[in-house]
């Protein structure tokens, strides 16, 4: 039996992670679980699994939670909160194995505890890779504790990696399905509005990752988590753009052998993978391999796309320029989904960030949220001077 910690459990990685519990009672069971703001789901989680520690993200509703589970007679549950009660969570010694999935910088302390004590990562959230990827993975070697990706391209690279030595591997190939603008014309994309970014063709996520999916932001912090977590070059890591996302990404050998993994387009699937590594337990997760009939891949355009070139030039700088760039993000795209600034604002408000951004490698967890409020504070001095010589975008 192994017990999981879930940060994040009342996000979409996190339900799915329970979800992989509930399927496999002999094999997992939930230790403890940060769920955020969500009371409602927090409290039916709390009754449903009975974690040791739950943490909620502030005072109040860890407050109203506990409120709830004492009128419900629901015993033997910790309810904390903020980032200590986060920690609590992942580093709780009844925990085997750590999912974390809360989104953005808010769970890249516990992760970096939940690594200092020994415990096994999945990995789903790649912006803790992003901004602190050089300190969690040097953390992770010293303590030999594996990052395991849940991320569908990187867990398809873990898995194909599995075939060859590292020394033999030439290059990584991550499949990105192009956006709902893969085919607009450049000329249009001054007037792109927020509906039409939210239509992601192929998959159903959070408002920020859609956003970013529809920018290759999101490929593009692929691409530094990819070269953190697989120790690879940025040169050596390439982005193919492939409409039906059934193939999760590639990996190519010296010899000219390239392995892809396949698989349906659901997470459960690499969350299994990573919660049962190395083994793999049969599940009903199959795929119809009439998908098949046709497979796409394309280059992507960097100059309609210019954020995947910002990605690589803040992978090759590294520390404080990747910290940067997923900063400037968060904040650009929560301008443009406040609709204070237009779609093409997002990687300009980037690359003007990127600009003032220093040449340092923090060394502690510290020093990287520190640099990180420094590029979220020029992110909304852009912004603000954005919106006020730009027209906003309407629906």
Request: charge should be negative.
């Amino acid at each position: 039996m192994k017990r999981i910690a879930i940060l994040g459990s009342t996000g979409s990685i996190g339900q799915s992670t329970l979800s992989i519990i509930e399927s496999f009672p002999d094999r997992y069971a939930v230790a403890s679980l940060a769920a955020g703001q969500n009371v409602e789901e927090a409290f039916r989680q709390a009754v449903h699994w009975r974690p040791a520690v739950l943490s909620m993200a502030t005072a109040e509703p860890a407050d109203q939670l506990s409120k709830r589970l004492r009128e419900a007679g629901v015993t033997g549950v910790e309810v904390v909160h903020g980032s200590e009660g986060t920690v609590r969570v992942a580093t709780l010694p009844e925990a085997d194995f750590v999912v974390s999935a809360i989104v953005g910088v808010a769970g890249l302390e516990a992760t970096y505890a939940a690594v200092l004590a020994g415990k096994p990562i999945g990995l789903a959230n790649k912006e803790a890779m992003v901004a602190a990827g050089e300190i969690l993975t040097a953390a992770a070697r010293e303590k030999n504790v594996p990052l395991l990706p849940i991320d569908s391209e990187h867990n398809a690279v873990h898995q194909c990696m599995r075939a060859g030595e590292r020394g033999e591997i030439k290059r990584i190939w991550l499949t990105a399905s192009g956006g709902p603008f893969r085919n607009k014309p450049l000329a249009e994309f001054e007037s792109i509005t927020v509906e039409q970014a939210l239509k992601h063709p192929t998959w159903v996520m959070g408002r920020r990752i859609t956003i970013d999916s529809a920018t290759l932001l999101n490929k593009g912090l692929e691409i530094i988590e990819a070269c953190r977590l697989f120790d690879m070059p940025p040169s050596q890591v390439k982005v193919t753009v492939h409409p039906e996302s059934t193939v999760h990404s590639l990996v190519e050998y010296v010899d000219g052998s390239i392995l892809a993994q396949i698989s349906v387009t659901d997470m459960r699937l690499p969350i299994l993978y990573a919660m049962a590594y190395p083994e793999r337990p049969v599940s009903d997760l199959t795929f119809d391999m009439t998908a098949l009939s046709q497979l796409n891949f394309q280059p992507p355009d960097f100059e309609r796309f210019p954020c995947l070139r910002l990605a690589y030039e803040a992978a090759e700088a590294g520390g404080a320029h990747t910290i940067a760039l997923n900063a400037a993000d968060e904040i650009a795209v929560a301008a443009f989904l406040e609709r204070a600034i237009p779609f093409t604002a997002i990687p300009r408000t980037i690359e003007a960030v990127l600009e003032e951004t220093p040449e340092t490698h923090p060394t502690t967890i510290a020093e990287v949220l520190a640099l990180d409020a420094e590029a979220r504070e020029a992110a909304r001095r852009i912004v603000a001077t954005a919106g006020r010589t730009s027209a906003p975008i309407g629906a």
